[in-house]
Nanobody, 123 residues
């Protein structure tokens, strides 16, 4: 089992940057694929995913070229660097762990979730 805690959210202006972190407890973090999702009033949508060893990544089209997912297995931490933020990026951001195979982009494939961190981008 893994416990996930997000941090780094906040209120920023359009065009600014933020880096979200997700601290994981447990010794199995390095064996899980990890993902970021975001919850808007309409839906929870996939943002990005990274393989257990960091060699493969996948991004939603809406964030490709602006967001970067990374991980430090030695620190049991997942990151999401968000650049050129837009008002439509406003959401609660969640990190999640996928114990299955292969790396997934659907929320149903993820087994463990953090509590979320709010990101608000003003225009």
């Amino acid at each position: 089992q893994v416990h996930l805690v997000e941090s780094g959210g906040g209120l920023v202006q359009a065009g600014d940057s933020l880096r979200l972190s997700c601290a994981a407890s447990g010794r199995t973090f390095s064996s899980y694929h990890m993902g970021w999702f975001r919850q808007t009033p309409k839906e929870r949508e996939f943002v990005a995913a990274i393989s257990w060893n960091g060699r493969s990544t996948n991004y939603a089209d809406s964030v490709k070229g602006r967001f970067t997912i990374s991980r430090d297995n030695a620190k049991n931490t997942l990151y999401l660097q968000m650049n050129s933020l837009k008002p439509e990026d406003t959401a609660v951001y969640y990190c999640a762990a996928d114990t299955g195979w292969p790396m997934a982009t659907t929320q149903g494939s993820y087994d463990y979730w953090g509590q979320g961190t709010q990101v608000t981008v003003s225009s």
